[in-house]
């Protein structure tokens, strides 16, 4: 119910889906709805001066740990080395 109430509004809203849900992100592209990952969002953040690296880095790798199943290691290694952040992982 969630996931079709928020392509609803984001459709009549001409708003963009900020999700890492793939079965969400499904029915958005089905529809016509804009999206962008969720780490994407956290990028463009830093990349604009909204966000600093190292608070983007915390919050990417919380993301990655409560979710490491779907924001896998391959995922944090992109976002941080676009910040210019080096992290082993």
Known sequence: MQDHLCVLLAKEQRWTCVTNDRPLRRECESQGVPLIW???????????????????RDFIL????????????DVVRKALARLGIDLSL
């Not at 830093?46 to 600093?52: H, K, P, R, T, W």
């Not at 919380?62 to 290691?73: D, E, V």
Request: aromatic fraction near 6%.
């Open 38 to 56: 969720g780490v994407e969002l956290i990028c463009r953040l830093v990349e604009n001066g909204g966000f600093s690296p190292e608070n983007a």
């Open 62 to 73: 919380c993301i990655h740990h409560n979710n490491s199943r779907y924001i896998g290691k």
